[in-house]
Structure formats: structure tokens, C-alpha cells
């Protein structure tokens, strides 16, 4: 699942409030512990990280007409 800044913001509202049900988009989910919602929120942590540090691939298409 591809995470959003929005889900992160989400899960550690819950986390603030003590709450263990979480309003994402469209769906809620309730999880089972604190410690279930810390790990969900180290792995979405984890997966903006690595999208961050993914780069796009560029290729530079250099032509002439012979002139």
C-alpha cells in the first residue's frame, strides 16, 4: 500500500489521543494495541523515507541534423 503524509498525520493523531481507531480516507481501521499503531506508524515512516529517496530517471536525448 503506498502511504500518504495524510496517513502518517492520521495515525499519530490516534496516537496522541490514545485511540486506537484510525480514519483513513475512505475506510477506518481499529487496531489491536498502541504498540500494533507505533509499528504501523514506523512502517509508513519507512516507506515515505525510501519513496523520498527514490530518484526519477532521466534520459538526455541529444541529436544533430549534420550541419
Known amino acids: ?3 500518504t503524509e495524510a496517513d502518517l498525520a492520521a495515525v499519530r493523531t490516534a496516537l496522541l489521543r ?5 480514519q ?5 481501521v481499529t ?8 509499528a504501523v506508524e514506523a512502517a509508513i515512516l ?3 523515507s ?3 529517496r527514490t530518484r526519477s530517471k532521466q534520459t538526455l536525448l541529444v541529436a544533430s541534423t549534420g550541419f
Not at 487496531?31 to 507505533?38: A, D, G, I, K, P
Open 31 to 38: 487496531y489491536r494495541s498502541v504498540e500494533e499503531l507505533q
Open 50 to 52: 525510501q519513496a523520498a
Open 1 to 3: 500500500m503506498a502511504y
Open 24 to 28: 483513513f480516507a475512505d475506510r477506518s
Open 18 to 22: 490514545g485511540e486506537r481507531s484510525v
Open 46 to 48: 519507512r516507506e515515505l
